[in-house]
């Protein structure tokens, strides 16, 4: 299994980025994923994950500014991030669940078995 996110970069805040995370090496449409992040300095925390039956979770943080969706034609998972605040900056990691038989995702890592790389965002003041 391969995972590989993009998408990151340098935005204002109050702006928007799509992060996307292409998947290889498994049945796509199997597995939950979710979408972590790590800041400088702190550990990183699951913000949304979306579930095999397309069902959605946010961490609060980035509830009503996130969307998470899934592509299952093109193995690909999206993160759309809009009104992007300074404290969005951070290092974004895809990640899937293939081993735990779950129907529903998890925003906790231990729930995911295998990780892209990270792409980083930066959003300035």
């Known amino acids: 299994v391969q995972l590989q996110a993009f998408g990151g ?16 090496g498994l049945t796509f449409n199997s597995y939950a994923l979710g979408w972590f992040r790590q ?10 994950c979306i579930s095999i039956d397309r069902s959605t979770y946010y961490v609060d943080s980035v509830k009503g ?6 592509d ?5 998972v999206y993160l759309q991030m809009n009104n992007l605040k300074p404290e969005d900056t951070a290092v ?5 669940d293939t ?7 998890t925003i906790f890592d231990w729930g995911y078995d295998s990780w892209g790389q990270g792409t ?6």
């Open 92 to 96: 974004y990691y895809c990640a899937t």
């Open 72 to 76: 299952g034609a093109k193995n690909m």
């Open 65 to 70: 500014r996130s969307t998470i969706s899934r």
């Open 120 to 125: 980083l965002v930066t959003v300035s003041s």
């Open 9 to 24: 970069g340098l935005v204002q805040a109050g702006g928007s980025l799509r992060l996307s995370c292409a998947a290889s």
């Open 99 to 105: 081993r735990s038989g779950r129907n529903k995702c």
């Open 39 to 48: 800041a400088p300095g702190k550990e990183r925390e699951g913000i949304s």
